[in-house]
Structure formats: C-alpha cells, structure tokens
Nanobody, 115 residues
Framework: EVQLVESGGGLVQPGGSLRLSCAAS????????MSWVRQAPGKGPEWLSS????????HYADSVRDRFTISRDNAKNTLYLQMNSLKAEDTAVYYC????????WGQGTQVTVSS
C-alpha cells in the first residue's frame, strides 16, 4: 500500500522559512519522480515543483522559483521542500505525490503564513 505522509508545516511569519518532509512507502521511491502540490482555501490545486528520481533535475512554478527548493533522500525514502521568504499567499495545505498519475493523496501539512 502506497503511503505518503507530509509533515513540517506550521505557523510562520512573512519572510520566514519552513522545511516540509514527505515520508514515502509502498513503492520504489528511488525510481519515481516526485512533486509537491498545494491547495489554498477556496482554490484549486497548484503544482509547485518536481524532481526526478535521482534528484539531478528539478522544476519549479514561477510563483515559488528562487524561494523554494525541492530535494530528496532516496536512502530515507523522503522528499523535502525548503521554503524561504514565505508570503501570506503561500498559506495552503501542501501535498507530495507522483505526477501526472498520482497515488492516493496523503493528509497534507498545513502551512500558514501570517503576522
């Protein structure tokens, strides 16, 4: 059974940083390209970033480029998202998954950016 468990969210002030983690199990993580997606209140899902299976290539949405960094540790079956210079508009629930054909979504981790 595929499991994706996101963690690391919380309340942070504008300009602050957070590091999200995604613990994966039930599939060959080291051979799977992975992505981060978020969903803000009242909005549809927004793709943020993807990384290839060996971590050599990453892609970012314009909204987070130069602020967010995706990475992975295949030995730990874990995906990361380092988020810097956070803005109020980054407030959302953050999810990790395989794209474009996702497995069942995890519970996500809430990120709230507010003073």
């Amino acid at each position: 059974e595929v499991q994706l468990v996101e963690s690391g969210g919380g309340l942070v002030q504008p300009g602050g940083s957070l590091r999200l983690s995604c613990a994966a199990s039930g599939f060959t993580f080291g051979r799977t390209d992975m992505s981060w997606v978020r969903q803000a209140p009242g909005k549809g899902p927004e793709w943020l970033s993807s990384i290839d299976s060996d971590g050599r290539a990453a892609h970012y949405a314009d909204s987070v480029r130069d602020r967010f960094t995706i990475s992975r540790d295949n030995a730990k079956n874990t995906l990361y998202l380092q988020m810097n210079s956070l803005k109020a508009e980054d407030t959302a629930v953050y999810y990790c998954n395989r794209l474009p054909v996702p497995w069942s979504w995890g519970q996500g981790t809430q990120v709230t950016v507010s003073s």
